[in-house]
């Protein structure tokens, strides 16, 4: 069944996470400083007390197009690698976008579109997200605007034309329509963009417009509460605990949506699993980030958040999990790494690739490359359970398909596809310009 509520894993942590900052005042940020950009139903969440949020009937008839997903067995995977570990992974690739993103896409049109809104801006890296909120605001009657980073834009024409499908107007960024894109373009005229720019140009145009708000698809406390619906619908469908929970990581909506109630039932001492993020390490926040109050955005004009970050002009190499090529990383799940409450790895380009086509040839699914950032890492783990002979239970997301990433694919098979070494200068480089 698909669940009723959302899950807020807030109030059961043991310190709550620092607030996000106003940049002038360096004070709390309020729901007067959120609402040129957000709907008061979607304020209330982020800073929700509330343990279970329920989810309107409407959403949950637009829920019904997919949800529940399946939990699938990957037995080929496991007979190939001659494993004694059963391996489980939660399909979200059946949505109409291809991926977890109308989760929280779908609750965010709708509360936008019961305020009255009449159009909603966004970034993409790869395309899932913008692929997803232009499917919810066609269902709930909206305008939808979206800046999609350059890299992905030429890498993934075809998430361009699913997004026009749906209604969505598609700019790649930077562009030379929002004066954050036009700066940037001006100091590197062949920028293949970040998602932290591509946010500035959003939320530029979102600011101006009376009846325009902006949607964000990762980071924030109330997205990843909407994709709480995955890890419910898992801990139901597993029916046992799982030794090992892995989930790739960008800005942490996929990874939070299949843990956190995994991780109530952990902190109630009712399980103990190893709970694993797994990130690109062309784009290491977690790994290789500090831990420090950053803008979301390159151009300033979000709050100041406290996060894992490689600072916010950052821009990573362009490499083909466009949905990871984040400079930071969620608040809340930043501030919970910092408490110890799982681990953190990351993995080359080439590896991932290699783990999407070994999946690919044994279960049948081609997996969208972020999520092969978590089938490398569940293989390896299943690899040291054939050296141990540990029969450990090993749950992961499989949080889209990769059928319109098969130049990606194309590239490995060739040959042609590189790993991107990120030197420690350029870490430092844009951590030297983080906000004092």
């Known amino acids: 069944m698909i669940p009723s509520h959302w899950y807020n894993i807030v109030p059961d942590l043991p310190a709550p996470p620092p607030p996000p900052l106003h940049p002038a005042t360096r004070r709390p940020v309020g729901p007067g400083d959120l609402a040129p950009l957000f709907p008061m139903e979607l304020i209330g969440q982020e800073v929700s007390g509330e343990r279970f949020v329920a ?220 709970i694993r993020a797994v990130e690109p390490a062309a784009c290491p926040s977690f790994t290789r980030g500090v831990y420090a109050y950053d803008f979301g955005d390159t151009a300033g004009f979000t709050p100041l958040l406290k996060m894992h970050t490689l600072g916010h002009d950052f821009v990573p190499d362009p490499i083909h999990a466009g949905g990871l090529r984040y400079h930071g990383m969620s608040p809340l799940l930043s501030h919970m790494y910092e408490l110890g409450m799982f681990e953190a790895v990351s993995v080359s380009q080439t590896e991932c690739f290699e783990a999407g086509v070994r999946f690919a040839r044994t279960e049948g699914i081609v997996p969208a490359p972020e999520p092969t950032h978590a089938l490398a890492e569940t293989i390896a783990e299943a690899l040291r359970c054939k050296e141990s002979g540990e029969a450990k239970v090993i749950l992961t997301a499989l949080c889209g398909h990769g059928h319109f990433d098969l130049a990606a694919y194309d590239r490995y098979l060739s040959g042609a596809m590189e790993d991107f070494a990120l030197p420690q200068e350029r870490i430092d480089e844009a951590l030297a310009r983080l906000p004092g």
């Not at 579109?113 to 232009?134: D, I, P, Y």
């Open 55 to 274: 989810i309107p009937e409407e959403v949950l008839d637009v829920y019904r197009l997919w949800r529940p997903t399946p939990l699938l067995r990957a037995r080929r995977l496991e007979k190939a690698l001659g494993t004694p570990a059963r391996i489980y992974y939660k399909y979200e690739g059946g949505s109409p976008a291809g991926s977890h993103k109308p989760n929280t896409a779908v609750p965010q049109a709708y509360y936008n579109a019961r305020e009255g809104v009449r159009k909603l801006t966004t970034e993409t890296g790869a395309g899932q997200w913008g692929s997803a909120l232009a499917f919810a605001c066609a269902q709930f009657g909206l305008e939808c605007e979206v800046w999609m980073v350059r890299a992905s834009y030429d890498q993934k024409p075809y998430r361009r034309s699913l997004m026009q499908v749906y209604g969505a107007t598609v700019h790649a960024s930077p562009s030379p329509l929002t004066k954050a894109g036009s700066r940037v373009l001006a100091d590197s005229p062949d920028s293949t963009g970040s998602l932290g720019i591509a946010i500035s140009e959003a939320v530029e145009v979102a600011g101006a417009g009376e009846d325009v708000r902006y949607a964000l698809g990762s980071v924030l406390n109330h997205v990843l509460l909407h994709q709480t619906v995955i890890g419910e619908e898992a801990l139901a469908q597993l029916g046992a605990a799982p030794d090992v929970i892995i989930g790739c990581t960008g800005g942490g909506s996929n990874f939070a949506g299949l843990v956190f109630p995994f991780l109530r039932e952990k902190l109630a001492g009712r399980i103990d699993p190893v």
